[in-house]
């Protein structure tokens, strides 16, 4: 499952936290590998603990696309800040902006801005009874707009069963990549018989916005 070793201190934390039934909550500033080990390591112990460790890939395929989603929500806002974007009326701008500071190239020099502007991502692990929990926080609050477009997105998502299937009927080639990332997590959802409405995006309306998904373990 896990593609390196992560540090046997990390390893050992997160065992501890584990044992503690302790909530695990890992912060990054932009998509750094290291983190991402750490996380799968975490997932893997907690799904080996219930016996499902079936649900892997899917469930850390999911965690990754709402990863990168919150990183991209902070990236439009750093341009925004910047002057770089100065309105959503022209998507392909918007895309174009947010593909040159996210790329291994400038990836570190934009952690260093998101963290300059505190624009972090929060990834929590929290196993509650015989469920698992798994949010995705950032510092970016949704309009109203936005948050009626992800609940059309979400439901009309749940209707497929592939996402080519999806993105064949329901074409958006100037999308950010959220929406088409939001309809994976839907459909990955549901090839392993977890409901859409057990996978809410909500906001604030202020400071943050919040991607959780309850998976039943039992």
């Given at each position: 499952?896990?593609?390196?070793?992560?540090?046997?201190?990390?390893?050992?934390?997160?065992?501890?936290?584990?044992?503690?039934?302790?909530?695990?909550?890992?912060?990054?500033?932009?998509?750094l590998e290291d983190t991402e080990e750490k996380i799968k390591f975490a997932l893997a112990k907690i799904l080996e603990r219930f016996r499902k460790e079936e649900l892997f890939t899917p469930i850390i395929s999911c965690l990754k696309e709402l990863i990168a989603n919150a990183t991209k929500a902070n990236a439009k806002?750093?341009?925004i800040n910047e002057g770089k974007i100065r309105t959503d009326d022209d998507p392909a701008n918007v895309v174009k902006q947010?593909?040159?500071i996210l790329n291994d190239e400038a990836l570190l020099e934009y952690g260093l801005k998101?963290?300059?502007?505190?624009?972090?991502?929060?990834?929590?692990?929290?196993?509650?009874?015989?469920?698992?929990?798994?949010?995705?926080?950032?510092?970016v609050p949704l309009t109203e707009k936005?948050?009626?477009?992800?609940?059309e997105r979400i439901e009309v998502s749940?209707?497929?069963d592939n996402i080519a299937e999806f993105y064949m009927e329901n074409p958006d080639p100037e999308a950010e990549g959220m929406g088409l990332g939001l309809s994976m997590v839907v459909i990955l959802l549901k090839n392993i018989n977890i409901s859409h409405k057990n996978f809410i995006v909500t906001t604030d309306g202020t400071q943050k916005t919040y991607a959780t998904i309850l998976i039943p373990l039992a």
């Open positions: 499952m896990l593609r390196k070793n992560i540090d046997t201190t990390y390893q050992t934390e997160i065992i501890t936290a584990l044992k503690n039934r302790s909530d695990l909550v890992f912060l990054t500033y932009s998509g806002t750093i341009l947010i593909r040159r998101a963290k300059k502007y505190k624009l972090s991502t929060r990834t929590y692990l929290k196993v509650h009874g015989n469920n698992l929990i798994v949010e995705v926080i950032n510092n936005e948050q009626k477009k992800i609940s749940s209707k497929y």
